[in-house]
């Protein structure tokens, strides 16, 4: 973990979920990002009808995003995941990907399950807060 952030996981609060339920932060430069989405560098949405294979998408042009402004995903201390279902288990295959990606760096994230995203055929899309030590 970069120093400068510090996640919080309360011993009165569950161990059983996969991410940090606070993070502190002390002096840096923060990131806020726009939604990644799964857009490949044409602007066509990557992965049609495929959640886990746009969250793959999402993620690394979140990592493109997160670099170019200095960052990466060692550097997130917020998640927000947006997964266009009403169904579990496509918000779980999401969620999936996108832990996958951040490994032992848990974040405190949200996962939504919303009614539509954006672009046509969008199925998912993350937001990110990163700070960066200064």
Request: hydrophobic share 50%; net charge negative; charged share 15%.
């Given at each position: 973990?970069?120093?400068?952030?510090?996640?919080?996981?309360?011993?009165?609060?569950t161990d059983q979920v996969p991410y940090a339920y606070a993070a502190v932060v002390g002096s840096g430069?923060?990131?806020?990002?726009?939604?990644?989405?799964?857009?490949?560098?044409?602007?066509?949405?990557?992965?049609?009808?495929?959640?886990?294979?746009?969250?793959?998408?999402?993620?690394?042009?979140?990592?493109?995003?997160?670099?170019?402004?200095?960052?990466?995903?060692?550097?997130?201390?917020?998640?927000?995941?947006?997964?266009?279902?009403?169904?579990?288990?496509?918000?779980?295959?999401?969620?999936?990907?996108?832990?996958?990606?951040?490994?032992?760096?848990?974040?405190?994230?949200?996962?939504?399950?919303?009614?539509?995203?954006?672009?046509?055929?969008?199925?998912?899309?993350?937001?990110?807060?990163?700070?960066?030590?200064?």
């Amino acid at each position: 973990m970069p120093a400068g952030i510090e996640f919080v996981r309360p011993t009165g609060l569950t161990d059983q979920v996969p991410y940090a339920y606070a993070a502190v932060v002390g002096s840096g430069r923060t990131v806020f990002t726009a939604g990644a989405c799964p857009l490949d560098a044409a602007g066509a949405t990557v992965a049609v009808g495929d959640v886990a294979g746009q969250a793959r998408q999402v993620v690394a042009n979140l990592v493109t995003t997160l670099e170019a402004a200095g960052a990466g995903l060692s550097d997130v201390v917020r998640t927000t995941v947006y997964v266009a279902s009403a169904q579990r288990a496509d918000l779980v295959a999401a969620w999936g990907v996108v832990r996958a990606a951040f490994g032992d760096h848990d974040a405190p994230s949200t996962l939504l399950g919303v009614t539509v995203l954006g672009y046509p055929d969008q199925l998912v899309e993350v937001e990110a807060v990163a700070v960066v030590p200064g």
